[in-house]
């Protein structure tokens, strides 16, 4: 499904895009996983953004902001594609460095990559329509992966506020 979506989305990006990466659980074989794939495009620099939103925008997708994460700006697909998230981040940016290392570490990690399926599920048993508790209670896991693969004080503390919005 991944592979599906960067080929209808690549085309009208390539020029404006540094790489389309594909993050989330759906990205971890064997991840519990809402069937809803993650989708990053990635952008050299902020300068980039503005071209990216026309061309997203000519493929049907609805521009929705930040939604309070910096660096990152959320677009909505139509509702005749795979179910999807999909960013645009810039290069260097904390959200796409945070997505990128909890999707390497758990490739490589399968004991932690099980003990994360575990905690989705009996969250999303718990809090089936709230979707703030659920994020709330993956919040300190991933941030345990982030401090192991080298993230800083600072980085973590703003990854943490980003996910009580």
């Not at 599906?4 to 990466?21: F, N, T």
């Not at 645009?88 to 999707?103: D, E, F, K, M, Y």
């Not at 003990?115 to 048993?125: G, P, Q």
């Amino acid at each position: 499904m991944f592979q599906r979506l960067r080929d209808q989305i690549w085309p009208s990006l390539r020029d404006a895009a540094v790489a389309i990466e594909h993050v989330g659980s759906t990205s971890i074989t064997g991840m519990a996983a809402k069937p809803v794939i993650d989708v990053d495009i990635v952008i050299a620099s902020g300068t980039n953004l503005p071209v990216a939103r026309v061309r997203l925008k000519m493929l049907g997708y609805k521009h929705r902001g930040n939604v309070g994460i910096d660096d990152r700006e959320a677009f909505a697909p139509t509702n005749d594609q795979p179910a999807h998230h999909l960013y645009v981040c810039s290069q260097n940016s904390l959200a796409l460095r945070n997505h990128i290392a909890v999707r390497d570490y758990l490739r490589t990690h399968r004991p932690q990559a099980m003990a994360y399926s575990t905690l989705k599920k009996r969250l999303a048993e718990r809090f089936p329509n709230e979707r703030a508790r659920y994020i709330e209670g993956k919040t300190d896991f991933i941030l345990s992966i982030l401090e192991q693969c080298g993230f800083s004080a600072e980085e973590l503390d703003s990854i943490r506020r980003a996910n009580q919005m």
